[in-house]
Every structure is written in structure tokens, then in C-alpha cells.
Nanobody, 126 residues
Framework: QVQLVESGGGSVQTGGSLRLSCEAPATIFSANFMGWFRQTPGGDREAVASIFPDSVTTYYRSSVRDRFTISRDSVKNTVYLQMNRLKPEDTAMYYC???????????????????WGQGTQVTVSS
């Protein structure tokens, strides 16, 4: 079981910002895709963003592309999700996810070898 430690969730008003953090074991962090997905109150699982080990290649779901930024710090073995201009529809439980390189580059949880953390709640009020 992969140990991913997430932090940074909370409650904000529409238009606010939050930054999520996720620390991973060094051996996993250096080789794996890292990303975030969310589970909405309605139960849907949505891929949010991912970043490759090169720290340059990123992917986003279309509804967050111009508001969220994913990044990774190879010294701290941490991946971040900066979320700006938050909307009520961003309300969800956010999970950090990691997977070995493979065919899935955004919906990382689909990789059978993927692992994810306990999740952190993000609530955006109107």
C-alpha cells in the first residue's frame, strides 16, 4: 500500500484559492506519474490533473485547466495542486494518486498498480 500524505483542503467561498499538497515516498515519486482526482458529492470520480516525472508534462480536465496548476518538488517529494478561482462545482473529496508509467496519463487510478491517499475535503460555497 502506497503511503501518500495529503494536506491543504478546507472551505472557501467562490473565487477563493487553496493549495493541496501530497508527499510520497522518494522511490515512488521519482519514477511515477503523480496526480489528483476527486470524488464529487454525487459519487462521480473525476480526474483533475496529472504530472509526469519530468515535472514538465501535465494534463488537466478541461473545466480546471485555466484555474488549477499541478507541480512537483523533487527535493521534498511532494506534488502540489494550486486551485484558484474556485467554484461550487469544485466541491469534492480530493485524492492524491500515483501510478507507474503506463497507458493512463490523466485517470491514473485506472492503472492496476495505482495507489492513492486518504483524501482531503474541499468545499466551495457560493
Amino acid at each position: 500500500q502506497v503511503q501518500l500524505v495529503e494536506s491543504g483542503g478546507g472551505s472557501v467561498q467562490t473565487g477563493g484559492s487553496l493549495r493541496l499538497s501530497c508527499e510520497a515516498p522518494a522511490t515512488i515519486f521519482s519514477a511515477n506519474f503523480m496526480g489528483w482526482f476527486r470524488q464529487t458529492p454525487g459519487g462521480d470520480r473525476e480526474a483533475v490533473a496529472s504530472i509526469f516525472p519530468d515535472s514538465v508534462t501535465t494534463y488537466y480536465r478541461s473545466s480546471v485547466r485555466d484555474r488549477f496548476t499541478i507541480s512537483r518538488d523533487s527535493v521534498k517529494n511532494t506534488v502540489y495542486l494550486q486551485m484558484n478561482r474556485l467554484k461550487p462545482e469544485d466541491t469534492a473529496m480530493y485524492y492524491c494518486v500515483t501510478s507507474p508509467r503506463g497507458r493512463y496519463y490523466l485517470s491514473l487510478w485506472l492503472n492496476p498498480a495505482a495507489g492513492w491517499g486518504q483524501g482531503t475535503q474541499v468545499t466551495v460555497s457560493s
